[in-house]
Structures are given as C-alpha cells and as structure tokens.
C-alpha cells in the first residue's frame, strides 16, 4: 500500500485488521496456554490443541461455548495476525505435518498478534486529524510494523516486543492528547478528566458525561457504564471485563479492541466505532 496513507484509507485498514479464522490453523486453539478458570472450563498447555478443535480447525462447541465453560474463548481476538502466521510466515504449512514447524509457528503466533495489536491502534491513530508531523511519524511507524509482520519466523523470535512498544505507545499518546484536549476545549468549564491506572471495579457512574477522559490501563472491571458518554475516551489497556455498556455511546472512543468489547456487556443501543461489532452474545 502508499504510505501517503489518508484518513479514510486509515480507518479501512483498521476495520480490516479482523480474524479470519477460516485461513487460520486453529492457532488461539492449539499455540496458547489456558488455565482452568471461570472463562475457561479446563487447563490446556501451550501447543496442545483444545479438545473441541476439529480436524478442519473449527471448533464443535462453537455456539455454545459460553454456556459450556468457554467465555474467554469468545473474549479473544488476534486482529488478523492467525492468518498471516499460517498463510505468509509459513507458506501455508499445516503445523501438523512436522513438529518442528508446530513449535516454531506456535512460539511465533503470540508476537505476531502483539504486533497487529500495534498495527491497530498506529492505523487507528492515522484515522483521526492530527498534525503534520505527527501523522508523518505515525506513517512510518505503521511502516516499519508492517515490515516486520513479514519477516521470517526466526526473525520474529528474536525480536524485541517492548522496545518496539515504547516508541509506539510515545506516537499514541501524542495522538490522545490532542484528540482529548480538542473535545475539553469545547466542554463548559473545559474539565479534565484523568482516570489513567484508576480503579474503577463495580463503580457506578451511569449516565455520567466522561467525554475525553484518559482511562488508559485503568480497572473497570463490573463498572456499570449504562447510558454513559464515552466518545473520545482513551481505552488503551483498560480492562473492561462485564463492565456494562448498555446504551453507552462508544463511537468515537479511542484504541478501544474488540477484544475489550467482548469482554464486556452491552444492547443494542449501544454504540461502537466503525471498527468494531457487536458481539453475539450481548443479544442474549
């Protein structure tokens, strides 16, 4: 792709980083560790395949996995790096036909997805106006991610994911502060909302206006968010488990996974970015 990447072309990209399980090798089934819990019903060491994968890669239990033990099953999300190990990295090998493919793609898998993570948000972050300098910076940080995405397996194993991370979370930073700082310009009293590592286990702030706030890697996990104003909001690696959403508008919220939707609960009046869709299960 040009990497004179305009707004429009950003937010594509983004709503393009999906799964595609269908040209995947199962890998969220087979390369990860799973400890028994409340969102898992068995413990599942890394490079053994679920019990319920089939031999075609899908999964038997798939419509009923919440109602059988497997809610975090339904949580995860790769953001399309399940398909780029198994059909570029690999050529499109099934890790079945060698052991020694099966622990290199496995071991592979869990930092192509923190890197797609890292494509997300840089492509995100590209989807909103910002100044020149910095959606220069953004662009050729979003090239060199897409780079490495491509390297070979060996390559991958020896990089260095949180160096990679801090210029990455530097140019992100950047990009909430001025989207953040925009929207508190033209909110009476131009309040500053700072909630970042805050805990917010079960608080109830329903209905509450927290345009722009910054609530990056804060716990809301059991927030009952109902009806809230969340646009412009900073999610970046807050933990939103059964945090309820229902009716909250989220459209314009920043580096918010589907992931972190999953997790959480919602209706239908809740609204989304264009980057994200409603999970099943929030009907039931």
């Known amino acids: 792709m040009s990497f004179q990447i305009d707004i429009l072309t950003a937010r594509e990209y983004r709503k393009g980083l999906q799964a595609d399980c269908a040209n995947c090798f199962g890998l969220c089934c087979t390369a990860l560790h799973i400890v028994a819990s409340s969102d898992f019903a068995i413990d599942k060491p890394a490079g053994v395949p679920c019990p319920n994968l089939e031999s075609d890669f899908r999964c038997q239990i798939h419509s009923e996995l919440r109602g059988k033990g497997y809610k975090g099953c339904t949580v995860f999300d790769c953001f399309g790096a399940g398909q780029q190990v198994s059909q570029t990295t690999f050529n499109g090998q099934d890790w079945r036909e060698s052991k020694q493919v099966a622990e290199k793609m496995f071991s592979v898998f869990p930092v192509m997805v923190q890197l797609y993570e890292m494509l997300a948000y840089v492509t995100e972050a590209l989807s909103y106006q910002v100044p020149q300098d910095l959606h220069k910076e953004l662009t050729l940080q979003l090239k060199e991610l897409e780079s490495l995405t491509n390297l070979d397996a060996g390559s991958l194993l020896d990089l260095d994911i949180m160096e990679l991370r801090m210029p990455v979370n530097e140019l992100l930073s950047k990009t909430s502060s ?107």
Do not use: C
């Open 178 to 284: 001025h989207i953040r700082s925009s929207i508190t310009n033209s909110i009476p009293g131009n309040r500053v909302l700072d909630y970042r590592g805050a805990d917010w286990i079960g608080k109830n702030a329903k209905g509450k206006d927290l345009r722009a706030a910054d609530f990056r890697g804060a716990y809301l996990i059991a927030a009952d968010l109902k009806d809230t104003d969340l646009r412009a909001v900073d999610f970046i690696g807050a933990d939103l488990r059964d945090a309820n959403l229902e009716g909250a508008n989220l459209s314009t919220s920043m580096f918010l996974t589907q992931m972190q939707i999953n997790s959480a609960k919602g209706n239908k009046q809740t609204k989304l970015p264009s980057y994200l869709v409603q999970p099943y299960h929030w009907a039931s």
